[in-house]
Every structure is written in C-alpha cells, then in structure tokens.
C-alpha cells in the first residue's frame, strides 16, 4: 500500500499533482477541500459549517474535518493506497492521521511531498484559477492572502511531523507540469515498499 500525503500551501499544484499519482500509482485521492466543497453544493448542515470559515480562508476545525474525512477512507476502495490532498493541515490533524492510517487500514504514511512555491507566484496562480473555478475564495486577493497566512500560522508546522519520522521530502513546485511529477514519482519510487 502507498500512502501519501501531498503537501504545500494553497496554489501549490496539490489537487494538479494528485491527478498524475492517481494514474500513476492506481491511488484514491482524498481531498478535503474538494469534500467540503461537494456538502456545500449539495447543502448540507456541514457543508453549511465549513462555508463560514472557507468564504474567510480560515480553516474548518480540526474536529469536523477529520470526522469527514474518515467517513471517506472507510469506503471500499481497489486503489493500491491513498493520496491525502489538503490533509493533515495542523499537527493534531497529522497525528490523527498516523492513527486513523493506522487503525482503519493496518498501514502506515509512506511519504510526505511538499511542494514549495513562493508566495508571489500562489497568489498569482489562485487569482488565476479563480476566473475559472467559480472558487470564492479564489477571486478576491485578501481572502487568498488569509488563506496563506492560515498556512504559516497553523499548517507549516506539520513538515515538522514528517520530518521526525523521515517521511518528508521537498519537491520545487514551480516549473512545467510533468517535470514536477517525475520528481514526485522519483522520490515515491525510492521508499515505496516493490
Ligand atoms: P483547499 O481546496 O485544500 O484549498 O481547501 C479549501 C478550504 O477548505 C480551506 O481554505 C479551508 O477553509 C478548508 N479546508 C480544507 N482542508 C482542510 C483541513 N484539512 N483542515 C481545515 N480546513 C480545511
């Protein structure tokens, strides 16, 4: 099994690399933004919850988000594993994560990929992606200014995690598309279990 959190701050690529490690790796994506954005257009009492804090670009508390996302990965599933998009994005969500890995799939993280991109460029690429995405919290600059903050007040902090268990490994995020991948892959293909 391959287990992979996916790592970095909004506009990094994430969901645009999880889409090469499917195919790749025959993985389940697991995306809590995505998951959170499905209740909000299906209108949901969460989906109502999470909204309050997305339309902010706070995060939705740890609680309510774990609680989501544990619902989704006791779902049967033929994937060889699971990428985690979004999740962990505070140290409790990562030591929860290591747990519910732990509890609900008798496996383990095999890896952590951040993906590092400057500031400047995360904020040109989300504005970007906001013409298109129909995202409100794409489209106006000071809530993807929070959302980056939110980043390096409470999520940063989670490579820590990884580091202590040697499971991190920083990929440049910025440059063409499938070059990145092939970092990413390289990386995976050194610790994945043959
Ligand atoms: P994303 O699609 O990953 O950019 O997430 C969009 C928004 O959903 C974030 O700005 C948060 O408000 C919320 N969110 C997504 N994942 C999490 C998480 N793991 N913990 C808390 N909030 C989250």
Redo the contacts with the bound molecule.
């Keep these: 099994m391959i287990n992979i959190v996916l790592f970095g701050p ?2 990094s690529g ?2 645009t690399q999880a889409q090469n490690l499917i195919l790749r790796y025959n993985l389940k994506q697991i ?7 499905h209740n909000i257009k299906n209108g949901t009492p969460l989906g109502q919850l ?1 909204k309050s ?2 339309d ?7 609680k ?2 774990v609680d989501m ?1 544990v619902d989704d990965l006791v779902k049967p599933t033929d994937t060889n594993g699971f990428i985690f ?6 140290t409790a ?1 990562a030591a929860v994560l290591d747990e519910i890995v732990r509890e609900h799939l008798i496996s383990e993280i095999t890896i952590c990929i951040a993906l590092v991109v400057d500031d400047e460029i995360l904020v040109q690429r989300l504005l970007e992606r906001g013409k298109t995405s129909g ?1 409100t ?1 794409d489209s106006d600059e000071s809530i993807i200014r929070n ?1 980056i903050s ?1 980043y390096y007040r409470k999520t940063a902090e989670v490579a820590e995690h990884y580091k202590q268990q040697y499971k991190y490994v920083e990929i440049d995020g910025v440059g063409e598309i499938p070059e990145i991948a092939e970092k990413i892959f390289a990386a995976i293909d050194k610790v994945k279990v043959k």
């Design positions: 909004p506009g994430k969901g995306s809590t933004g995505d998951l959170f954005r999470a804090y997305i902010k670009g706070e995060l939705v508390p740890d309510v988000t996302l998009d979004g999740f962990p994005r505070t969500q995202r919290d959302r939110e």
